[in-house]
């Protein structure tokens, strides 16, 4: 016996509830990651070097993607946040064309969480784009310091702070490398020649400072700059701040699932059983209906 | 009656026939419902919290994104996340005599971390907040639920809004937690924003992952 349309139909409507299970459960999306970046700045440390316009293009990029005009002697540009991969800088004279051929360029290849400067220094008889990979990270509680000597004027220059002899002799156009001390707030001076000078500066647990010696209007000049600062003492481990109230309870016993699943199935095979039984008297009837083929 | 007896009746079933198939019909139903309760209901039960309220974005003078030289920034006072209803004053947060992160005193107010940066100077500041208390939601309960891009507002001392947008949300394992990442230096004015999340250990009763907003500072 076939089964027939409304049979069929039944039977679709009862499996349904089936189909249903199929729906996937939707998974809360957190954010994805963000694209890997470093960061750049860029510093115009040669005293007798006039203003200038700086380019930082992506490599191949003849559009910049940056540019900063007249940076004149001494400054530093707060650092520019990048995505990693290669990248050029040009300078070029304050004012002149975009298209003209940079007076100076240097390439920089930024890597994912690192920082770097890139700084022209020297004379102008001398100037070089010299690139910095700039430390980001300090040792637990302590802070690190490093020197830029940009002063032509006194060409070699000592430096002192709180009575920790940080460089004895630092040459015109050299930058030294960072030094680790133990934090506090005390004087910085800067000797060179007759001259000298002195700043109060705080030196705080967890952070990186470069300090630069200029030639300011009144003689030698410092700029403190703040590099990077992170937590001067890094708490341990993760955060305790959760007491539990929202969190998920157990799941419920399955039992009444189970034995709704139990008793659907006995049912349906009952059925299942009367309908197989029925095909019996339908065929023993004879001639009306279907003959066996054994018979013929 | 209709001769040719190779077709089996086609007039329909009996009704017999037609309760036998309506039989097997509600056991198919039955055992699929079931079957869909049983897999529904392996689900945890969520406790529910009360609806979100989404907050205006809080007024007032807006600070500049801090040069390196720049003079100290004054002390935080108070937090407001608009897109997941959060306003709270900043109670400070010091370390416990094991050395790890101090929590606020109750869960209804978040916590700026004294030995990190002031938030809108240069580096990485830290605030935490609980996800709940033993009975509700706490001041960050729904702190996961923040998105690259939204804005985070910290009031300072001297009345200026540092404005942050958020760039990551991430959860570690507490006891795999990436101490560098979340208090190492950083060269930008940046906000770290902390509270628990992930399986709660019933034996234990703590949560066993932390999770971390990070947002840069904007002007």
Known sequence: MRFTRFARRIILL???????????????????????????????LSPNTPAVDVYLYSFGDSSAQIVLHHVAYGTVSPYEQVPTGDYTVAMRAAGAAATSAPVLSASVDVVAGHAYTVAGLGPESGLRLQVLDDQLSTPSGQALVRIIQASLKQSVVSVNWGGHMLQ???????VSSYQTVSPGTATLTVSGGGDQATASVPLAAGT????????????????????AAGSGTDPAGGAATGFGGMAPRSPSSPLPWLTAIGAGLLLAAAGGLRLRSRR???????GKHRVPADRS | MRGGGRHARRRGLSAGG????LLVAAGLVAAGAGAAGLALTRHPDVPRAAALVVLPAPTGPIAAVPAQAAAQVAEPVSLVIPSIGVTSALVHLGLTSSGALQVPPTTSVAGWYTGSPRPGSIGSAVIAGHIDSVTGPGIFFR??????????????????LAVFEVTEVQMYAKDAFPTAAVYGAVPDPELRLITCGGTFDYTTRSYLSNTVVYAKEIS
């Open chain 1, 168 to 174: 004895s002799s630092l040459k015109f156009g050299a």
């Open chain 2, 18 to 21: 037609r309760a036998a198939v």
């Open chain 2, 143 to 160: 702190l996961s639920r923040l998105r690259r891009g939204d804005r985070v507002y910290v009031k300072r001392a001297d009345g200026t």
């Open chain 1, 280 to 286: 019996v008297p339908a065929q023993a009837a004879g």
């Open chain 1, 208 to 227: 990186v400072h470069t300090l630069v010696v200029l030639d300011g209007p009144n003689g030698l000049q410092i700029d403190d700059l703040l590099d």
């Open chain 1, 14 to 44: 009862a499996a349904l509830p089936l189909l249903l299970l199929a729906i996937p459960a939707v998974s809360a999306a957190t954010a994805s990651a963000a694209t890997a970046t470093g960061w750049i700045r860029l510093a115009h």
